[in-house]
């Protein structure tokens, strides 16, 4: 057992006197690239890491249920018999929003969980704790949902009780990861194909800047507005556009009065980041790390200057590590305003990028950078059943 399985374990033993029937772990997520748009109909190449969030549960007996958050020190209790709706506490409304639509298909139950992935760092911890809850809750009352409900009943969590219009893309690669293996998922279909993660002499390497993003208050719902508003200016000019991946730059470009500035960056940022999915997905498959590098750094230039969710502690962290020669590319990762950036290196310049950028990022905002070597993992799954 694993230090986080056994903590969650014995936590529940001692707190309901009873074993566990299951032990879930449920992973966060990186992305390789393919930034905000999985809610504009592209394609995304995310991978589930193992930085996991771990659930037991079991049936509690009668039409009560409680959870707890062992890393909070918090205990939530309800009644199936109730109505259900949000509360104050977010980290319940991440449970209750998958509780809530299946509440006639379950019994009372009793959930413990805990979790290794960072909190607001963009590596999807409340995806993580939606799909997770969600899965146990489908192991333990043999529900039969299958695993792409699943992400849809996590996302409908967090667009009704967390009130974040996310995309899939999160929800999608906790549940579906494959250990060592890249998703490609097309957003538009749900369709998806998996890619060896194999870079080689290359690896993966996220900093987290330690600035806590919370998508509520920082502009995800707003950005959502901006783009969708944008399309529907985009689809009166040019009826043969249906989605963001039939847009050309030409479209954009041609609307570019109506759209007015803002509206204009960020269509020419959706527009733009979809065609260098493309670009990305043939660079992985031919080897070419040097061209994915190029990309990620056009993606993050794109979702500062024009999406605009970075802040400066991200554009800090990416312009150091872009000046690193053997770093081929950097971006920020996930929404934004706040969390990791993913950095694209030769695997022997992994300690003089820590070493460089920890000290100049303390210098510059007083803050310890945190540096996580992530592994491409497995997705939502049973660990235990008692
Ligand atoms: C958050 C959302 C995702 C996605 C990313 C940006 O993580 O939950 O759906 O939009 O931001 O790519």
Wanted: proline share 2%; glycine share 8%.
């Amino acid at each position: 057992m694993s230090a986080l399985t056994e903590k969650v374990v014995s936590a529940y033993l001692q707190i309901f006197q009873s074993e566990p029937s299951y032990t879930i772990l449920s992973p966060g997520r990186i992305n390789i690239i393919g930034e905000h748009v999985d809610y504009n109909d592209g394609f995304v190449l995310p991978a589930a890491i193992n930085k996991y969030v771990c659930f037991a549960i079991a049936e509690s007996g009668s039409s009560s249920c409680t959870l707890v958050a062992l890393d909070l020190d918090k205990t939530y209790a309800f009644d199936l018999t109730d109505e259900i709706s949000p509360v104050a506490d977010m980290w319940v409304n991440y449970i209750l929003g998958v509780v809530a639509p299946i509440k006639k298909e379950l019994k009372g139950f009793n959930l413990v969980f805990s979790s290794t992935i960072p909190m607001g760092s963009g590596l999807s911890s409340s995806a993580a704790v939606e799909c997770g809850a969600a899965f146990a809750l489908n192991t333990l009352f043999d529900l039969g949902l299958s695993k792409e409900q699943l992400a849809k009943l996590g996302q409908q969590a967090e667009h009704t009780f967390v009130g974040v219009k996310c995309g899939i893309m999160d929800q999608f690669a906790s549940v579906f990861g494959k250990a060592n293996q890249v998703i490609k998922l097309d957003c538009n279909t749900l369709t998806y194909d998996y890619f060896p993660a194999d870079l080689g002499d290359y690896c993966l390497v996220l900093l987290d800047s330690k600035v806590k993003h919370t998508h509520l208050t920082s502009g995800y719902n707003t950005r959502r507005e901006e783009v969708e508003a944008g399309l529907n200016i985009i689809k009166q000019a040019f009826p043969e556009v249906n989605t963001y991946r039939d847009c050309t730059m030409e479209h954009v470009e041609s609307v570019k009065d109506r759209l007015g500035a803002i509206r204009y960056k960020r269509c020419s940022y959706v527009v733009k980041e979809i065609k260098r999915v493309g670009e990305a997905v043939q660079a992985l498959a031919s080897n070419n790390f040097e061209a994915l590098g190029k990309l990620i750094n056009a993606t993050h230039e794109g979702l500062s200057a024009d999406y605009e969710v970075s802040c400066d502690e991200l554009d800090f962290l990416v312009a150091q590590a872009q000046n690193i020669p053997d770093v081929l590319g950097a971006r920020m990762m996930g929404g934004g305003f706040g969390g990791c950036t993913i950095n694209l290196l030769k695997k022997s310049a992994i300690s003089k990028l820590e070493d460089e950028i920890q000290l100049a990022y303390k210098k510059r905002f007083g803050i310890d950078l945190e540096v996580y070597q992530v592994a491409i993992s497995e997705g939502t799954h049973l660990y235990n059943r008692n």
